[in-house]
């Protein structure tokens, strides 16, 4: 099983839609969690972190739930320009440092 | 300020040659990361430096690989010899000590081994 799961997609959704991502994660130790965002043959940059209470960043939110080990990321009212890969990234357990990647998961949004 | 820089953009090598990436961290960033992604495996760690001394390299797939840090800007990920399932794209990223959740990746080299 991997340590991080995702759906890869690809989730087409319109302009103005809300759409949510979930990922999965193996080992209930994990500590701090975080959604990446990856452009087209572009590298990863940091989207949020998330936190057991949620949190909101404008038209994203992000939650976690430990008791199933899943985390979430909506977006509500879709730009074209979020049309990304969406990487969900648990740290491992016992070192802040190292981090592990989920293979992300594709959005296209169109007119 | 300048991010993370990495050298070459793309790379284009045959099957047993040695191929060096090349990495500058941003400037006062005391951790250094290499690593690999592929469709089929997504992002993968290497190998892991702070303050230039290599911390884990459990992620290294084979002793082909080697990676370095002589100084604390700059390092290079060496394969020696490549073979055509080292293609990829390799990513350096670099972190503040107290923040190493949040990493600023270099723009990626694709190699292509033929």
């Known amino acids: 099983r991997k340590e991080v799961e995702q759906d890869p997609g690809p989730f087409n959704v319109p302009e103005g839609a809300t759409v949510a991502f979930n990922c999965t994660y193996s080992n209930s130790a994990s500590q701090s969690f975080f959604w990446y965002r990856q452009d087209c043959r572009k590298e990863p940059k940091l989207l949020m972190s998330v936190y057991s209470s949620g949190n909101e960043d404008g038209r994203f939110t992000a939650q976690l739930n430990r008791a199933s080990q899943y985390i979430s990321l909506l977006i509500r009212d879709s730009k074209l320009s979020d049309s990304a890969t969406y990487l969900c990234?648990?740290?491992?357990?016992?070192?802040?440092?190292?981090?592990?990647f989920g293979t992300g998961t594709r959005l296209q949004v169109t007119l | 300020d300048a991010g993370v820089i990495q050298s070459p953009r793309h790379e284009v090598t045959e099957m047993g040659q040695e191929v060096t990436l090349r990495c500058k961290p941003i400037?006062?960033?005391?951790?250094l990361f290499w690593y690999r992604q592929t469709m089929m495996r997504g992002l993968e760690l290497l190998i892991y430096?702070?303050?230039?001394?290599?911390?884990?390299d459990s992620g290294m797939p084979e002793d082909r690989f080697s990676a370095k840090m002589p100084n604390a800007s700059f390092s290079t990920l060496k394969i020696q010899p490549s073979e055509p399932r080292d293609s990829a794209v390799y990513f350096c990223?670099?972190?503040?000590?107290?923040?190493?959740?949040?990493?600023?990746f270099g723009p990626g080299t694709r190699l292509t081994v033929l």
């Open positions: 990223a670099s972190s503040l000590p107290d923040s190493t959740d949040t990493q600023y």
């Open positions: 430096f702070n303050n230039n001394v290599p911390i884990d």
């Open positions: 400037s006062g960033h005391d951790y």
């Open positions: 990234v648990v740290n491992r357990v016992g070192t802040a440092s190292k981090l592990t």
